[in-house]
């Protein structure tokens, strides 16, 4: 059983409304990401937060917006969804930071838009 | 950007088989890890590889981490019906005060027949 919780499993929305993605561990980890992952396709970063502040955001449109309430909780508001948004989203987190601190996947929310 | 190609894209082997893949890079990595990914979870981490040169096993996988730090390997030996997956390379790039982030490679994916 993976230690990083998501939550919802599965997301069907329209691209009018309003949802949230959670991701939450109990690890102590202090660094948190959202990956987008299309089908049959690897991971592709979106956001990475470092002592609950954004430290990188990889040009993600403004319609995904991140959330690190504190340090074992990290949501992803959605808004004004596109169909081609439609994917996987894996939350994963590491120790902290630094270099060589491997990251650790939840299982994902498969997100459809309608 | 960076880019992570692996090969074969895809394997269809027989159970007991040995099976070798690998990861080849355009720039060079600190860090490599390998994971594996089932249909409808998220990514788990087999090996990490820390220093060039390093050959390291967990049970039947083999990891090394090139000389050139621009590639790396993994073998699985005696593979079994539970190592039908998806196979992922991703290198770890660190940024001072941005945080670390980790590029996948293409995938590759095993299928094995009984």
């Known amino acids: 059983d993976t230690e990083v919780t998501q939550t919802p499993k599965h997301l069907v929305m329209g691209m009018t409304n309003k949802k949230s993605l959670k991701c939450e561990q109990h690890?102590?980890?202090?660094?948190m990401y959202w990956y987008k992952q299309k089908a049959k396709k690897p991971p592709e970063l979106m956001f990475v937060?470092?002592?609950?502040?954004?430290?990188i955001n990889e040009s993600v449109p403004s319609r995904f917006s991140p959330e690190c309430p504190n340090s074992s909780l990290l949501n992803l508001h959605l808004h004004a969804l596109q169909p081609e948004d439609s994917a996987l989203y894996l939350c994963?987190?590491?120790?902290?930071?630094?270099?060589?601190?491997?990251?650790?996947f939840g299982d994902g929310t498969r997100l459809s838009i309608l | 950007g960076q880019q992570l190609n692996q090969s074969p894209q895809s394997m269809f082997i027989q159970e007991g088989e040995d099976v070798s893949m690998n990861c080849t890079s355009s720039?060079?990595?600190?860090?490599w890890l390998w994971y594996k990914q089932d249909p409808g979870e998220g990514p788990v981490l087999l090996i990490a590889l820390y220093k060039a040169g390093e050959l390291t096993s967990n049970g039947r996988l083999t990891a090394q981490f090139g000389i050139t730090r621009k590639d790396s390997f993994l073998n699985i030996s005696a593979s079994i019906p539970s190592d039908v997956g998806i196979y992922f390379c991703?290198?770890?790039?660190?940024?001072?005060?941005?945080?670390?982030?980790?590029?996948f490679g293409t995938g590759t994916q095993l299928k094995v027949e009984l």
């Open positions: 991703a290198g770890h790039s660190y940024f001072t005060g941005g945080g670390n982030k980790l590029t």
């Open positions: 720039s060079i990595f600190n860090t």
């Open positions: 937060y470092s002592y609950e502040k954004l430290s």
């Open positions: 690890m102590g980890h202090r660094a």
């Open positions: 994963a987190s590491s120790q902290d930071d630094r270099e060589y601190q491997p990251q650790h």
